[in-house]
C-alpha cells in the first residue's frame, strides 16, 4: 500500500498524537500526612498532585488504527504521485534497453520492472501517474501480445520492443560430412558451443558424457568446449553446485540448474512446467539468463540421455509469438480518470473504514454508559 501511494499523505501520522492526548487523562488525589494534633499549625490547604493514567486502551486503539485507515485510503485515491516512468523487461539486452531510454529522453525518470500482460496491468493502475507524466516500455516483443483492439490511455505511451536473438542450443543445419579420423574438423562442418560446467566431482563424469554424447549425435556437425567462465561465445551454463551461488556478473543465454542446487536461484519459484519428449521441464526468464531445471539433470542412463538430447533439438526452433506487439506510440486518448476508479485496495480501506468507526461508536457509547 505504501509503495502505491502518494508518499506526503504519511506526513500526517503525527495525527495519531491526539487520540493519545485524548486518553491522557488528569487526576487528582490528596496527599495527606497523619499528625498526632493539628492545634498549633497554621491553616494550610491540601497538596495536590497530578496523576496521569491511560484509560480505556482499547478505545485509544481503535482510534489510532482509525487515523491510521483514515490516512491510507486519502493516500490511495485521491493524489496521483507517480512521474515520467521506464518499464524494463529484465530480459532485454541491457545495452540495448539503455540505447532506447536515451533515445527516448527518459535519461532520469524512474524505472520499475515489467509487469505480466504490461498493457493491461498499466490500463488498470493508470491512476497513480500524474497528468503530465509520459511512459516507456522497453521490451523483447515476445513478452507484450498484440491485444485485438488498440488500447487507449489517458496518458502517452511509448513502446519500443525487439526481436530477441535465436541463440542455438543445437544445430539446426544438416549433418555435414564425418570429418576422416586424425584429421582436424573444418571450421565450416562443426560448429563450437561454449558450455560453462560446475559440478562436484561425483557428477562431473556424468555431465562430461552427456555433451560427449551429443557431439556423436550430431555427427561432429556440433562440439561442446568446456570453459571455465563465460564469454560472449557461452551458450549454456550448467551449475551443479549444491549450497553455492554463480557470481554476479555472469551471463548466459540458458542455464541449465541440478535440481540440487536449485536452492540458490529463487526465481525457479515462479518456473513454468513444460514436457517435452517425455522430459519434464521447469524454465523462467532472468536477468542472468534463461534457467531450466529437470529431474533428468543429469541423465542417470542412455535412453534418458537420448531423450533430453531430443527435447532440446525440438526447443531450439521455438519461435517467438506470431503476433508480437511493434514498436509504436499510444497517445493520450482518453480522459484522466477518476482516481478511486477501479481502486481495489481504496475500496477495501473504506470498508476498513466504515467498520473501525463504527466498532470507535459503539465503545464510545459504552464507556458512556
Same mark, same amino acid.
Given at each position: 500500500?505504501?509503495?502505491?501511494?502518494?508518499? &506526503?499523505? &504519511?506526513?500526517?501520522?503525527?495525527?495519531?498524537?491526539?487520540?493519545?492526548?485524548?486518553?491522557?487523562?488528569?487526576?487528582?488525589?490528596?496527599?495527606?500526612?497523619?499528625?498526632? =494534633?493539628?492545634?498549633?499549625?497554621?491553616?494550610?490547604?491540601?497538596?495536590?498532585?497530578?496523576?496521569?493514567?491511560?484509560?480505556?486502551?482499547?478505545?485509544?486503539?481503535?482510534?489510532?488504527?482509525?487515523?491510521? =485507515?483514515?490516512?491510507?485510503?486519502? /493516500?490511495? =485515491?485521491?493524489?496521483?504521485?507517480?512521474?515520467?516512468?521506464?518499464?524494463?523487461?529484465?530480459?532485454?539486452?541491457?545495452?540495448?534497453?539503455?540505447?532506447?531510454?536515451?533515445?527516448?529522453?527518459?535519461?532520469?525518470?524512474?524505472?520499475?520492472?515489467?509487469?505480466?500482460?504490461?498493457?493491461?496491468?498499466?490500463? /488498470?493502475?493508470?491512476?497513480?501517474?500524474?497528468?503530465?507524466?509520459?511512459?516507456?516500455?522497453?521490451?523483447?516483443?515476445?513478452?507484450?501480445?498484440?491485444?485485438?483492439?488498440?488500447?487507449?490511455?489517458?496518458?502517452?505511451?511509448?513502446?519500443?520492443?525487439?526481436?530477441?536473438?535465436?541463440?542455438?542450443?543445437?544445430?539446426?543445419?544438416?549433418?555435414?560430412?564425418?570429418?576422416?579420423?586424425?584429421?582436424?574438423?573444418?571450421?565450416?562442418?562443426?560448429?563450437?558451443?561454449?558450455?560453462?560446467?560446475?559440478?562436484?566431482?561425483?557428477?562431473?563424469?556424468?555431465?562430461?558424457?552427456?555433451?560427449?554424447?551429443?557431439?556423436?549425435?550430431?555427427?561432429?556437425?556440433?562440439?561442446?568446449?568446456?570453459?571455465?567462465?563465460?564469454?560472449?561465445?557461452?551458450?549454456?551454463?550448467?551449475?551443479?553446485?549444491?549450497?553455492?551461488?554463480?557470481?554476479?556478473?555472469?551471463?548466459?543465454?540458458?542455464?541449465?540448474?541440478?535440481?540440487?542446487?536449485?536452492?540458490?536461484? =529463487?526465481?525457479?519459484?515462479?518456473?513454468?512446467?513444460?514436457?517435452?519428449?517425455?522430459?519434464?521441464?521447469?524454465?523462467?526468464?532472468?536477468?542472468?539468463?534463461?534457467?531450466?531445471?529437470?529431474?533428468?539433470?543429469?541423465?542417470?542412463?542412455?535412453?534418458?540421455?537420448?531423450?533430453?538430447?531430443?527435447?532440446?533439438?525440438?526447443?531450439?526452433?521455438?519461435?517467438?509469438?506470431?503476433?508480437?506487439?511493434?514498436?509504436?506510440?499510444?497517445?493520450?486518448?482518453?480522459?484522466?480518470?477518476?482516481?478511486?476508479?477501479?481502486?481495489?485496495?481504496?475500496?477495501?480501506?473504506?470498508?476498513?473504514?466504515?467498520?473501525?468507526?463504527?466498532?470507535?461508536?459503539?465503545?464510545?457509547?459504552?464507556?458512556?454508559?
Amino acid at each position: 500500500m505504501i509503495l502505491s501511494s502518494y508518499p &506526503w499523505w &504519511w506526513l500526517a501520522l503525527p495525527l495519531l498524537l491526539l487520540p493519545v492526548w485524548w486518553h491522557r487523562q488528569k487526576r487528582q488525589r490528596l496527599k495527606a500526612e497523619p499528625l498526632a =494534633t493539628a492545634r498549633f499549625l497554621p491553616p494550610a490547604a491540601p497538596e495536590q498532585l497530578r496523576v496521569w493514567q491511560w484509560r480505556d486502551k482499547l478505545l485509544l486503539l481503535v482510534r489510532c488504527l482509525l487515523l491510521v =485507515t483514515l490516512i491510507a485510503w486519502l /493516500a490511495a =485515491t485521491i493524489f496521483p504521485w507517480r512521474g515520467d516512468t521506464v518499464m524494463i523487461d529484465a530480459g532485454a539486452d541491457k545495452t540495448w534497453a539503455e540505447q532506447q531510454i536515451a533515445a527516448a529522453g527518459f535519461n532520469t525518470s524512474a524505472r520499475i520492472d515489467l509487469p505480466p500482460n504490461p498493457l493491461a496491468w498499466l490500463r /488498470a493502475n493508470e491512476r497513480n501517474w500524474r497528468p503530465t507524466a509520459r511512459l516507456l516500455i522497453v521490451a523483447r516483443a515476445d513478452q507484450i501480445a498484440m491485444p485485438a483492439r488498440v488500447p487507449q490511455f489517458s496518458h502517452q505511451l511509448e513502446l519500443r520492443t525487439a526481436n530477441a536473438p535465436v541463440i542455438p542450443v543445437a544445430p539446426s543445419t544438416p549433418a555435414a560430412r564425418v570429418t576422416p579420423p586424425g584429421a582436424p574438423a573444418s571450421p565450416q562442418t562443426a560448429t563450437t558451443h561454449h558450455i560453462v560446467l560446475t559440478a562436484p566431482a561425483a557428477r562431473l563424469p556424468a555431465w562430461q558424457s552427456l555433451f560427449a554424447a551429443f557431439d556423436v549425435a550430431g555427427n561432429a556437425a556440433t562440439r561442446h568446449q568446456f570453459t571455465a567462465e563465460p564469454d560472449a561465445g557461452t551458450t549454456l551454463i550448467v551449475w551443479d553446485t549444491p549450497a553455492t551461488s554463480p557470481a554476479a556478473n555472469w551471463r548466459g543465454p540458458h542455464w541449465w540448474i541440478a535440481p540440487a542446487a536449485a536452492a540458490g536461484f =529463487t526465481e525457479l519459484a515462479s518456473a513454468t512446467k513444460l514436457t517435452i519428449n517425455g522430459i519434464q521441464l521447469r524454465y523462467v526468464d532472468s536477468p542472468r539468463g534463461r534457467l531450466w531445471t529437470s529431474d533428468a539433470f543429469p541423465p542417470r542412463d542412455a535412453d534418458t540421455a537420448r531423450a533430453l538430447y531430443e527435447a532440446w533439438q525440438l526447443l531450439s526452433a521455438a519461435p517467438a509469438p506470431a503476433y508480437a506487439t511493434p514498436s509504436q506510440t499510444f497517445s493520450a486518448a482518453r480522459s484522466a480518470l477518476p482516481a478511486i476508479t477501479n481502486a481495489k485496495s481504496a475500496y477495501w480501506l473504506a470498508l476498513a473504514l466504515l467498520a473501525l468507526f463504527i466498532l470507535e461508536r459503539t465503545l464510545t457509547h459504552a464507556r458512556r454508559n
